[in-house]
């Protein structure tokens, strides 16, 4: 507690000290009954505290966050992440711009889950330009480099977005998007390769006890996936509007490379990501502003998700010789109020997974709550 | 690892402190007067980038046709919203900002914009600027789960 308070007191003293631009504090408490998300259910309080602090030079702007989560039942989870990035706007033409960025990230976690510890770097290039006052034409590049604790997981990968989207005098928006990725891991392994497996609790832990275990005939270096989006949006009056979206993504080439993939609330699993899975998701979407000039949002997502590689297993952790294939629907609620200063958000989700492995047989509820402090140095113009 | 890991929060805390000493804030060309603040609920006519103060990236210029008046206004609203936000002609767009006049044009410094059912605030009361760095990678930071 004493080294925590000395932490907020530096980073106090030197935004102030470095004239940033904004400073801004968080605080978010997060509660679920499902922390590991699978059929054991395991409850867990997660308190979220952060900062940021951002400062412009000229064209370029510099800004660095920190945030300490500690979960109150798996307090070994608990982890730190720092980011440090700047970015820049350079516009081409009254209509057209490019945005650039440039994001280092550090990720500690204690010592039973070393594994997760990672370092990155992130790359972003967007373009946007007007193809008329209705319709706008964007493009998005990414590059991510990712090393973590266990080398295994290491892996550089691409992503290229185009996007279209034309509004209409009905108030109807049309939005399409097509997305392809590439994610080479660093690591590869052969059968000739002895790889050390630390093992965890088992069911004990509400885990998997092989879940990082590379797959010995493992071949393929990367994965590729490609993926088509659309969305119709439809505004009503000033003050709500609801959309309808679909998402269907393919593999094109590879394969998880792991036994067993999951995905933790909160907490980035290094073996889950948009590439583990092809498969499609549905959903729609309502936003209202309430009285108090609240912001309310309600949705309800489907979707269903293969996971090529992976085979499911049964509670004795036999496989059963398909491959595991999920499908979820989620409910999702959240009220969210900004001020200039504060901004408070309450959020609610139910989410329902069935599997054709037991294991990830599930649902959870999923509650949050938070407020963000912002100071406002008067710096920028 | 704990040490390091302070060790290197505070390096570059005091790298970034040293970056920033010595910079001059420039005057800008116009200011936010609270006193001339105004609401506005109009329809946007065009979406342009236009430079606005010195060393600063260029802003997001949204023109704007007030409903009840037919009146044209010009909104200043920021430089990271261009690419945050997708504005489009025929839109609805209520703002609260400062006026002033310039070549004979109405012009207004956004303070707040109430926008497809969404309130973004853009400065605090005084008109202090409330838009951060990092906006489109900023974002993707969870706050719960869904949206």
Same mark, same amino acid.
């Given at each position: 507690?004493?080294? $925590?308070?000395?932490?907020?007191?530096?980073?106090?003293?030197?935004?102030?000290?470095? %004239?940033?631009?904004?400073?801004?504090?968080?605080?978010?408490?997060?509660?679920?009954?499902?922390?590991? +998300?699978?059929?054991?259910? *395991?409850?867990?309080?997660?308190?979220?505290? &952060?900062?940021?602090?951002?400062?412009?030079?000229?064209?370029?702007?510099?800004?660095?966050?920190?945030?300490?989560?500690?979960?109150?039942?798996? @307090?070994?989870?608990?982890?730190?992440? +720092?980011?440090? &990035?700047?970015?820049?706007?350079?516009?081409?033409?009254?209509?057209?711009?490019?945005?650039?960025?440039?994001? /280092?990230?550090?990720?500690?976690?204690?010592?039973?889950?070393?594994?997760?510890?990672?370092?990155?770097?992130?790359?972003?290039?967007?373009?946007?330009?007007?193809?008329?006052?209705?319709?706008?034409? %964007?493009?998005?590049?990414?590059?991510?480099?990712?090393?973590?604790?266990?080398?295994?997981?290491?892996?550089?990968?691409?992503? $290229?977005?185009?996007?279209? !989207?034309?509004?209409? +005098?009905?108030?109807?928006?049309? %939005?399409?998007?097509?997305?392809?990725? $590439?994610?080479?891991?660093?690591? @590869?392994?052969?059968?000739? =390769?002895?790889?050390?497996?630390? =093992?965890? *609790?088992?069911? +004990?832990?509400?885990?998997?006890?092989?879940?990082?275990?590379?797959?010995?005939?493992?071949?393929?270096?990367?994965?590729?996936?490609?993926?088509?989006?659309?969305?119709?949006?439809?505004?009503? &009056?000033?003050?709500? /509007?609801?959309?309808?979206?679909?998402?269907?993504?393919?593999?094109?080439?590879?394969?998880?490379?792991?036994?067993?993939? =999951?995905?933790?609330?909160?907490?980035?699993?290094?073996?889950?990501?948009?590439?583990?899975?092809? *498969?499609?998701?549905?959903?729609?979407?309502?936003?209202?502003?309430? @009285?108090?000039?609240? =912001?309310?949002?309600?949705?309800?997502?489907?979707?269903?998700?293969?996971?090529?590689?992976?085979?499911?297993?049964?509670?004795?952790?036999?496989?059963?010789?398909?491959?595991?294939?999920? %499908?979820?629907?989620?409910?999702?609620?959240?009220?969210?109020?900004?001020?200039?200063?504060?901004?408070?958000?309450?959020?609610?989700?139910?989410?329902?997974? !069935?599997?054709?492995? @037991?294991?990830?047989?599930?649902?959870?509820?999923?509650?949050?709550?938070?407020?963000?402090?912002?100071?406002?140095? *008067? &710096?920028?113009? | 690892?704990?040490?390091?890991?302070?060790?290197?929060?505070?390096?570059?805390?005091?790298?970034?402190?040293?970056?920033?000493?010595?910079?001059?804030?420039?005057?800008?060309?116009?200011?936010?007067?609270?006193?001339?603040?105004?609401?506005?609920?109009?329809?946007?006519?065009?979406?342009?980038?236009?430079?606005?103060?010195?060393?600063?990236?260029?802003?997001?210029?949204?023109?704007?046709?007030?409903?009840?008046?037919?009146?044209?206004?010009?909104?200043?609203?920021?430089?990271?919203?261009?690419?945050?936000?997708?504005?489009?002609?025929?839109?609805?767009?209520?703002?609260?900002?400062?006026?002033?006049?310039?070549?004979?044009?109405?012009?207004?410094?956004?303070?707040?914009?109430?926008?497809?059912?969404?309130?973004?605030?853009?400065?605090?009361?005084?008109?202090?600027?409330?838009?951060?760095?990092?906006?489109?990678?900023?974002?993707?930071?969870?706050?719960?789960?869904?949206?």
């Amino acid at each position: 507690m004493r080294k $925590l308070s000395i932490y907020i007191l530096s980073i106090l003293f030197l935004s102030v000290s470095l %004239k940033a631009d904004s400073f801004s504090f968080s605080f978010f408490q997060n509660m679920t009954d499902n922390i590991f +998300q699978n059929r054991y259910s *395991g409850r867990d309080q997660l308190s979220q505290m &952060g900062f940021y602090v951002d400062k412009d030079f000229s064209k370029i702007s510099i800004f660095t966050e920190g945030s300490y989560s500690y979960l109150f039942e798996n @307090p070994s989870l608990s982890y730190y992440i +720092q980011d440090l &990035g700047l970015d820049y706007l350079h516009p081409v033409s009254e209509k057209a711009a490019f945005y650039f960025s440039l994001l /280092g990230q550090g990720a500690f976690y204690r010592s039973d889950y070393n594994d997760f510890n990672s370092l990155s770097f992130n790359f972003l290039a967007a373009f946007k330009t007007y193809l008329s006052q209705t319709s706008i034409l %964007k493009s998005n590049y990414s590059l991510d480099y990712k090393s973590f604790g266990y080398s295994l997981f290491d892996f550089v990968s691409h992503g $290229l977005s185009v996007s279209f !989207d034309k509004y209409f +005098q009905t108030r109807t928006t049309l %939005k399409s998007e097509i997305n392809w990725g $590439l994610k080479f891991f660093l690591h @590869p392994y052969s059968s000739q =390769e002895v790889v050390m497996v630390e =093992e965890s *609790g088992g069911h +004990q832990s509400g885990r998997r006890s092989y879940l990082f275990m590379p797959k010995t005939q493992f071949e393929g270096q990367s994965i590729q996936v490609f993926s088509f989006a659309g969305l119709i949006a439809q505004g009503i &009056g000033g003050n709500a /509007g609801f959309n309808i979206s679909g998402m269907k993504q393919w593999y094109i080439s590879g394969e998880n490379p792991f036994t067993s993939v =999951e995905e933790f609330y909160m907490v980035e699993n290094p073996s889950y990501d948009r590439f583990a899975w092809e *498969g499609y998701q549905v959903g729609s979407q309502v936003t209202l502003l309430i @009285p108090w000039n609240i =912001e309310l949002k309600i949705g309800y997502t489907m979707g269903y998700k293969e996971f090529p590689g992976i085979e499911s297993m049964n509670l004795d952790e036999e496989l059963l010789g398909v491959t595991r294939e999920d %499908k979820r629907r989620s409910f999702e609620t959240r009220l969210e109020k900004n001020f200039a200063r504060f901004s408070f958000f309450l959020s609610y989700a139910y989410v329902d997974n !069935d599997s054709n492995d @037991p294991f990830f047989d599930w649902h959870g509820n999923f509650l949050s709550a938070g407020i963000e402090w912002n100071m406002l140095f *008067g &710096g920028r113009k | 690892m704990k040490k390091g890991l302070s060790l290197l929060i505070i390096v570059y805390l005091l790298g970034f402190w040293s970056l920033s000493s010595g910079q001059e804030h420039q005057k800008p060309q116009h200011f936010y007067n609270v006193d001339t603040e105004k609401k506005i609920k109009g329809t946007i006519q065009e979406i342009i980038m236009e430079p606005r103060y010195k060393d600063s990236s260029p802003f997001l210029i949204i023109k704007l046709e007030e409903k009840k008046t037919h009146q044209k206004f010009i909104v200043e609203i920021s430089p990271v919203r261009f690419f945050t936000h997708d504005f489009h002609k025929g839109e609805e767009l209520e703002v609260v900002g400062s006026l002033y006049s310039k070549d004979g044009n109405q012009n207004i410094i956004a303070r707040q914009i109430r926008f497809k059912g969404e309130i973004v605030i853009l400065r605090d009361k005084r008109g202090f600027p409330a838009w951060r760095g990092g906006g489109m990678k900023h974002k993707k930071r969870r706050k719960g789960k869904g949206f």
